[in-house]
């Protein structure tokens, strides 16, 4: 999907600007994504300014996205990898800043003529003759890329050209200046490399003791530095969505006329489940992986169980512990080598081995399942959670009106808010820590909507309508108004004594790191001082001025320090973000002449993309802050994703 768009990117390196630039995928078992949210593929997944940008639509995207991950990391890919992407939300962050910029295109007044959109498909759907396909083999090209239809797809290549013609625009006002070009390969071409000694702070955390009257006379000398501002306290009553949601009734009549009325929505892709043993040939020879599954195939087929076999013999880290166990995938979620004989093998039967880039596989084909849309009765949790979802945000805004008409006119107490639940596990009655207008209250979610008005708000008033919150609407009464502030030593006496003893425990760091400099000045070795010391010497690698260090990261002070002096010095104690450090530089690299006029269109083209990438993630977030944008609940809840929903203009 969107190849033409992606394309684009690829060339000018586009995937910095979007934000969300990673590689991305989604591996919804490992993300505790229930059925509702894997099988939910037509209702939509967020509405940007009142498109409706379906759910089928961001699995796909997540689903073509797993795939290329799982290539990049081959059999090191694991479950624990893929969450360390945090997948499903950049995902549906991607999708939604491309309906930005094509909002953005058409605003600019562009357009992509049916001619052009006819040039596109040609090429995109020419047969492997050089031919055109058929009209069924169009259809069928079309179904196999994941498009409910073939005006889906061609709708989607559309909005593919006029992005790029966006692209295009947007380039168009992109200059880079012969002095830009220089400053920026002097800083690409100038390295540095050392062999460092780090002395941390922590090294000296035992001779450092700070008795309560050191604390008490630094908070008397330092006051102002621990003033807190503005604070404010509150009691509400939270109608909780989440909770509200599994309490709504809906009768089976509604729930039958949604399944009637959504039957393409439910419908379910052609999905396999099957487990397999991988035996990979980059240690052997594709001849001896074969023997392995051969037998492995002659043990299955007498009887032994496939699980079994897979946990002794697979050399697939993410499956092997499973039994080799896949789960159920859809077409194209695994390499063509492997999903043609998945599928095309009956439920209950052996596949293989066969050769994919990854090795050798021996298949076992537990289920196959047709597309098609499921029962009623099968799919009826799925439809009541929809139904429930789809209601609930206006259930839960009636009913905290209702409790707030139940206060009536009489002043507030806060016996009256804690009556308000009256046993509804939805509904719930809390008081705040004193909190400042940046601060998220625990357990509410965003609550930006909600600090705002209680900022405006006076002691003793409660707020004249509920306030939004990430959990649901709540009922908001300002108990106290705390002003800026010098806090009392008791409520900071921790802070002061970290502060102390992190000043002090640098003091010796710089001491122990000005000794190993002078021992080294009176011709010992760095490495000989250091494992006097019990520490240890360590080279850096080469870095530039705005990279990192092995072993320090980014570590300004340091960089600074190497980069000022020249092969051979000896330098420090540098203060570090981490204690102190000492270093010999081993090598500096600086400017070439004929090396920078060699490679300056190359660079040039570099520093055009990098400057159209913020142009356009500038663009993006301007649009965002715009934009009306409403998650599907589900995902917001189980993603912590937030609305930016805007209210209609009084006017």
């Known amino acids: 999907m969107l190849k033409v768009f992606r394309e684009n990117l690829k060339t000018l390196r586009w995937a910095l600007w979007v934000v969300i630039g990673m590689f991305i995928a989604s591996v919804f078992v490992s993300y505790g994504m229930n059925n509702q949210l894997t099988s939910d593929t037509g209702q939509a997944a967020v509405t940007v300014d009142g498109f409706k940008i379906p759910m089928r639509e961001w699995q796909q995207l997540a689903q073509q996205q797993e795939s290329q991950l799982r290539e990049m990391y081959g059999q090191q890919f694991t479950p624990e990898i893929a969450q360390q992407f945090q997948i499903p939300q950049r995902a549906i962050t991607q999708l939604v800043n491309q309906r930005l910029l094509l909002t953005e295109a058409q605003r600019l007044g562009l357009e992509v003529t049916d001619d052009e959109l006819r040039q596109q498909l040609r090429q995109q759907l020419m047969g492997p003759d050089g031919k055109m396909l058929s009209k069924e083999e169009y259809r069928r090209a079309v179904r196999q890329m994941g498009y409910t239809s073939a005006a889906r797809y061609e709708e989607s290549q559309r909005e593919d050209l006029l992005r790029a013609k966006l692209q295009t625009t947007l380039m168009q006002t992109v200059s880079v200046t012969d002095a830009d070009l220089e400053q920026a390969y002097r800083e690409q071409v100038d390295r540095a490399a050392i062999r460092y000694v780090q002395v941390p702070r922590s090294k000296h955390a035992a001779d450092v003791q700070i008795s309560p009257a050191e604390v008490a006379e630094r908070f008397a000398s330092t006051k102002d530095q621990f003033k807190l501002p503005e604070q404010r306290v509150i009691e509400y009553v939270l109608v909780d969505k989440v909770l509200l949601r599994n309490q709504l009734e809906v009768p089976d009549a509604d729930l039958q006329a949604y399944y009637q009325a959504h039957q393409s929505d439910l419908k379910n892709p052609e999905r396999v489940h099957a487990r397999h043993i991988l035996i990979k040939t ?9 023997a392995i599954l051969e037998e492995a195939k002659r043990k299955a087929e007498a009887g032994q169980d496939f699980a079994a076999l897979a946990r002794e013999l697979s050399e697939d880290a993410g499956s092997k512990d499973q039994g080799g166990d896949l789960g159920y995938f859809p077409r194209g979620r695994m390499t063509p080598e492997f999903e043609g004989p998945a599928f095309s093998t009956p439920a209950g039967q052996l596949a293989g081995p066969v050769t994919s880039p990854f090795g050798l596989h021996l298949i076992q084909v537990l289920d196959h399942q047709p597309e098609g849309v499921p029962p009623f009765e099968q799919v009826k949790p799925l439809v009541r959670a929809r139904v429930a979802a789809e209601r609930v ?30 046993g509804n596990q939805a509904v719930r009655y809390a008081e705040s820590k004193a909190f400042s207008k940046d601060e998220n209250l625990p357990g509410m979610g965003r609550t930006t909507e909600l600090n705002e008005a209680v900022f405006g708000m006076a002691a003793g008033t409660l707020a004249s309508s509920p306030l939004t919150t990430g959990r649901g609407p709540a009922l908001v009464f300002l108990k106290e108004v705390k002003p800026p502030r010098v806090p009392e030593l008791s409520e900071v006496q921790d802070q002061v004594r970290r502060k102390i003893e992190t000043e002090r425990q640098q003091t010796l760091a710089e001491a122990t790191a000005a000794r190993i400099r002078a ?92 400057k159209l990438n913020q142009l356009v993630g500038s663009l993006i977030q301007a649009r965002r802050q715009e934009a009306d944008i409403r998650y599907d609940q589900s995902l917001a809840e189980t993603f912590g994703l937030v609305s930016n929903e805007k209210k209609p203009s009084a006017n």
Request: aromatic letters at 4%; charged letters at 30%; a negative charge.
């Open 393 to 422: 945000d206006g259930a839960a805004l009636a009913l905290a009106q209702e409790l707030l008409a139940k206060l009536g006119t009489e002043p507030v107490t806060s016996d009256k808010l804690k009556a308000l639940p009256g």
């Open 282 to 290: 980059e240690t052997r020879t594709p001849e001896a992986a074969r």
């Open 519 to 610: 021992e080294v000045a009176a011709g010992k070795s760095l490495d000989e001082v250091a494992t006097q010391l019990g520490l240890s010497a360590q080279d850096s690698g080469e870095f530039a001025k705005n990279g990192s260090i092995q072993g320090l990261g980014f570590d300004k002070p340091v960089i600074d320090a190497a980069f000022a002096a020249k092969a051979g010095d000896v330098v420090g104690p540098v203060k570090s973000t981490q204690g102190a450090v000492v270093f010999k530089v081993a090598e500096r690299k600086g400017f070439n002449a004929l090396d920078f006029n060699r490679d300056k269109d190359g660079l040039r083209q570099r520093l055009e993309s990098e």
